[in-house]
């Protein structure tokens, strides 16, 4: 029988990064407090949703990260939506290890109280869930405690495709929606 160890694959690893990176994703910052109280992010690109009810949202870590350990002790955390302004942020807060909220005033989770990036296009606050093992990362999973979108008239997401930030195209020439088919309700 075929399981997937009788595969014994071997990946061009270059080449498995420039195929996942097909997938078009946003860019998020996640944020949490350590026990000593320094205020943590990391941006990433592994933020998705995961269910309505409960209301989970994940997103997933490197085992190597320096915070790595604050992030599997921390009982909350943020996630900011980045908008497509906000390249220079996402940039900032995935330099590893460095003081990433120097000059950053953050807005504060009415709920947890930890650090949330102004003018993003969502914030959620979460409470710790799951953590889940994924190879060379870990599966961070977290129940919404409170969200909050912008809805303003220039929302654009930031956009991360084959390794570049993009922009969407402008709304006149978004893609024509198949008929009877309502996207936001999958
Ligand atoms: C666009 C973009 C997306 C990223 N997505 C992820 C991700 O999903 N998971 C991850 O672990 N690192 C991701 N990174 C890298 C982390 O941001 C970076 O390694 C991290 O901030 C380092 O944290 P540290 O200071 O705890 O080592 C991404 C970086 C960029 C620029």
């Given at each position: 029988m075929n399981t997937p160890d009788s595969f014994n694959l071997t990946f061009d690893s270059r080449q498995f990064r420039?195929?996942?990176?097909s997938f078009a994703t946003g860019v998020a910052v996640v944020a949490c407090v350590a026990e000593d109280g320094t205020p943590l992010a990391s941006t990433v690109s592994s933020f998705n949703s995961v269910s309505l009810d409960p209301p989970l949202v994940l997103f997933s870590l490197a085992n190597s990260a320096l915070s790595l350990q604050s992030w599997l002790d921390a009982r909350h955390y943020t996630v900011s939506v980045l908008h497509a302004?906000?390249?220079?942020?996402?940039?900032?807060?995935?330099?590893?290890?460095e003081d990433k909220w120097r000059d950053v005033c953050p807005v504060?989770?009415?709920?947890t109280d930890l650090p949330l990036l102004p003018n993003a296009l969502a914030w959620?606050?979460?409470?710790?869930y799951g953590q889940h093992e994924?190879?060379?990362?870990?599966?961070m999973v977290g129940r919404v405690l409170s969200f909050r979108t912008r809805m303003q008239?220039?929302?654009?997401?930031l956009v991360f495709f084959k390794g570049r930030y993009r922009k969407l195209a402008r709304e006149?020439?978004?893609l024509p929606v198949d008929d009877g088919l309502y996207l936001h309700a999958w």
């Open positions: 420039n195929a996942l990176g302004d906000q390249a220079a942020l996402s940039n900032r807060f995935a330099r590893a290890g504060r989770g009415p709920v959620f606050e979460c409470a710790a994924g190879g060379d990362h870990t599966i008239s220039d929302d654009q997401p006149s020439e978004a």
